[in-house]
């Protein structure tokens, strides 16, 4: 199928959209544990809140993506991210909190369902994806910037609400633009299939590894920073740094899709995620610790669109393509609580260790993968 230039546009603002509070997450603990009273894993469990509430729209959207106009969907979502967002800042109560939080997943959730199904079904899903992240992850490093260092200080939770809120009814209305109808590709049978064969799951699990090392680090990297004693004034455009880098990593992966294969550019990606982790485990200044979490983001924004594009490979249908949004979001979830955990027993090295060894599997479940779709 052809995808016109509105519905790319759409599924561009989309994916920006449900970026927006993975992009404030980092500011959002900080500020849970400096001045809300919270635990390391507390606050961390609130990253994980959202993070689930996302996984659950990505993994039901099996169901409804297929079922609902993607449009009224995208709509709803957009009301019910901005509504949520207005009532963080005037809750009291971590429980009233988490609740908040999830509904904001939800919605970020929905969001990204429907932009990797369109990514999915060009002509070169890795080209897609890739030029997905370099669009919103620019985006959202300048909107993080903005918000680490003017809006958060100055304004806290209420003023980075209002603002995150404001944009994503911009972003949203984005939606405008998509078709009526929802779903293009199915299967032959008609029928609901929830169980994926092997080698999408093992695609999925590469994905679920990738994402929580990544989610376990950026939750937590202001108080790394903080923790190393860097100043906070150096610390947000350090994180903002990040999210540029992802954009830098897509556009490495962009110029090399059609040219070096999959295996060895999936490799070197995970490679340079384990340097870019055991570098942040040793920080002897304020330029290691920039350049440590550049190289996460780099790394990160190579290889995410190599596994995208490879499960969208294999999966013929695109019926499956919708559950990479609930893989990151698995993963992410568990990152920022287990982060916490190993945060606060054994401090911010075991934390990185965790992350490392999350790596690492995603990289043989990757490996495997790509050995699979080859014997196919």
């Known amino acids: ?3 016109s230039n509105k519905t790319n546009a759409a599924a561009l603002g989309l994916y920006t959209a449900g970026g927006l509070f993975w992009a404030f997450l980092p500011f959002f603990v900080g500020m849970n544990v400096a001045s ?3 635990s390391q894993a507390q606050a961390g469990s609130l990253g994980s809140g959202y993070l689930a509430g996302f996984s659950i729209a990505s993994l039901t959207a099996l169901w409804w993506a297929s079922r609902f106009s993607w449009r009224g969907l995208a709509l709803l979502a ?3 991210a901005v509504s949520a967002l207005l009532l963080l800042a005037r809750v009291d109560g971590y429980a009233a909190s988490l609740a908040i939080v999830c509904a904001i997943g939800v919605a970020m959730g929905t969001f990204w369902s429907i932009a990797y ?3 999915s079904e060009s002509a070169s899903p890795e080209r897609s994806f890739a030029i997905g992240i370099v669009v919103s992850y620019t985006m959202l490093a300048l909107i993080s910037f903005a918000v680490g260092r003017y809006i958060a200080p100055r304004f806290e939770l209420l003023g980075a609400s209002v603002f995150l809120g404001g944009l994503i009814l911009l972003l949203g209305m984005l939606a405008l633009l998509l078709p009526r109808s929802g779903a293009t590709r199915e299967s032959g049978t008609g029928e609901l299939v929830w169980l994926p064969p092997l080698p999408i799951l093992l695609a999925l699990l590469g994905i679920v590894g990738s994402g929580f090392a990544f989610a376990a680090v950026w939750a937590f990297a ?3 920073g903080a923790d190393a004693g860097l100043d906070a004034a150096r610390i947000s455009p350090v994180i903002a ?3 540029l880098a992802s954009a830098l990593g897509s556009v490495a992966a962009t110029l090399l899709a059609a040219r070096a294969g ?3 550019p999936l490799l070197a990606g995970m490679a340079l995620l384990l340097v870019a982790l055991l570098a942040l485990a040793r920080l002897p200044g304020f330029w290691s610790y920039a350049a440590a979490l550049a190289g996460l983001g780099f790394a990160i924004g190579f290889v995410l669109p190599y596994q995208m594009g490879n499960l969208a490979a294999l999966d013929g249908s695109g019926r499956f393509v919708v559950l990479i949004a609930a893989a990151q979001g698995i993963g992410s979830a568990l990152g920022p609580w287990l982060g916490g955990i190993a945060a606060d027993a054994g401090g911010f090295g075991l934390l990185i260790a965790i992350a490392a060894l ?10 495997a993968t790509l050995r699979a779709g080859a014997a196919s």
């Open 262 to 264: 999959r295996t060895l």
């Open 241 to 243: 740094s990040n999210l």
């Open 222 to 224: 202001e108080r790394i």
């Open 1 to 3: 199928m052809t995808i």
């Open 36 to 38: 809300g009273g919270l």
């Open 117 to 119: 199904r369109i990514f």
């Open 78 to 80: 957009t009301l019910v």
């Open 358 to 367: 999350a790596v690492l599997v995603s990289a043989f479940a990757t490996l």
